[in-house]
């Protein structure tokens, strides 16, 4: 064997060792992330563990009936509390970076300090005062007189001004990125709706359920139906993915799908998700420029191409069940905790408060 094949055995002898170690090391990683997101899963949908009472743990979320609801109203405080704090720190922070400080080794600068205002002039406060007296009378001060009172306007005025110029600031901060909220997404009370009776795909034995209530003609619903038939695509075996569908009022269009989703499940309830599909397919395609005639004219080509009973569709489509059906859907819909709009989700009955760009790493998360 020459010196080149010598070296160049060696070299390869390295590679395969090289490759092996990090196989090795790749299962170790990956054995490792399955545990700690288990353990992630768990505390997420069970919550803390509070107490141990004769022998039985009780954890946060799994608390019976007004019970939960009362640690909801307290873990919403703590989470309003939470925000509020991560916002003034974190404008803080940008405000003095803006002012070239770098180093918070000594702490963090006031909004006393960062933010200089013009003081509210004693003319300003006289103006201010006499308003407020001519408008609501003497009691609006207490009765007290303009020399006694102007150090305590003076005081609030100037603290009013700089909470406005702070607020305008924060919210430039967020708009461009420069401040970026990193705290959990905060989940609201369980919901007793039963969800179970709508269609599902996916999982459907998991103990994860993810629920999007859409609409039809919405350009949000649309981007998140996508988004939805991708992720379940691409991970069939991991979560059970429920629709719910709820037409906007004064929508005819998304009122018409609506009814011919109803008559679907009702003719070939089988041919559910391939109707739901291709409606957001089609609907995508015209970008929300859909006329009723066309609307209608697009089921009725879904009907032919999924081999439905197209008069018997069509029959349904106009018919009083397929409207008392739309305004039943409503109804009950209407009264669901946490819902005030599509599209809006839960997970495991529990209203959950994400971004459209939260949903990938939201689902990645709950697998």
């Known amino acids: 064997m020459t010196i080149f094949e010598v070296k160049y055995m060696k070299k390869f002898k390295n590679l395969i060792s090289g490759v092996f170690i990090g196989i090795i090391l790749s299962i170790f990683i990956f054995y490792i992330y399955n545990i700690f997101s288990n353990k992630n899963l768990k505390d997420q ?26 640690y909801y109203n307290l873990e919403g405080n703590i989470d309003h509390a939470e925000k509020e704090f991560a916002s003034q720190i974190g404008l803080r922070i940008a405000l003095a970076n803006e002012n070239g ?3 918070f080794s000594k702490g963090i600068p006031s909004l006393n300090e960062l933010i200089k205002i013009e003081p509210i002039s004693e003319i300003e406060l006289k103006k201010y005062y006499d308003f407020h007296l001519k408008k609501d009378g003497p009691i609006v001060f207490y009765g007290q007189s303009f020399d006694k009172i102007k150090e305590q306007l003076r005081f609030q005025l100037n603290n009013q001004k700089r ?10 901060y967020i708009l461009s990125n420069k401040i970026k909220f990193l705290l959990p997404p905060f989940k609201g009370p369980p919901t007793d709706f039963n969800f179970a009776l709508y269609p599902s795909r996916g999982n459907k034995n998991s103990y994860i359920t993810f629920v999007n209530i859409y609409d039809y003609n919405d350009s949000k619903s649309i981007e998140v139906e996508k988004k939805l038939k991708n992720y379940i695509k691409n991970n069939s075996n991991q979560i059970k993915l429920i629709s719910v569908n709820y037409p906007l009022v004064n929508d005819l269009n998304g009122s018409l799908f609506s009814r011919g989703e109803f008559c679907t499940k009702k003719i070939d309830e089988n041919q559910f998700w391939n109707y739901h599909d291709r409606v957001f397919d089609s609907i995508e395609n015209y970008k929300n420029k859909l ?6 004219k697009i089921l009725i080509n879904i009907v032919k191409e999924l081999n439905m ?20 859907l409503r109804n009950k819909l209407n009264s669901v905790r946490g819902f005030h709009e599509v599209p809006s989700f839960y997970v495991n009955q529990r209203p959950l ?13 709950l697998r």
Not at 45 to 70: C, H, M, R, S, T
Request: charged share 30%; aromatic share 8%.
């Open 101 to 103: 400080v770098t180093d």
């Open 309 to 328: 009973n197209e008069e018997q569709f069509v029959k349904c489509l106009h018919s009083p069940d397929s409207v008392n059906y739309v305004q039943n």
């Open 163 to 172: 909470t406005d110029i702070a607020e305008k600031k924060l919210q430039e």
């Open 45 to 70: 949908f069970l919550g803390k563990k509070l107490i141990e009472v004769n022998g039985k743990i009780w954890y946060g979320e799994a608390l019976p009936n007004e019970a939960l609801i009362d």
């Open 291 to 296: 006329s009723y005639e066309k609307s209608e």
């Open 353 to 365: 408060s994400i971004t459209l760009n939260e949903i990938d790493t939201t689902l990645k998360s």
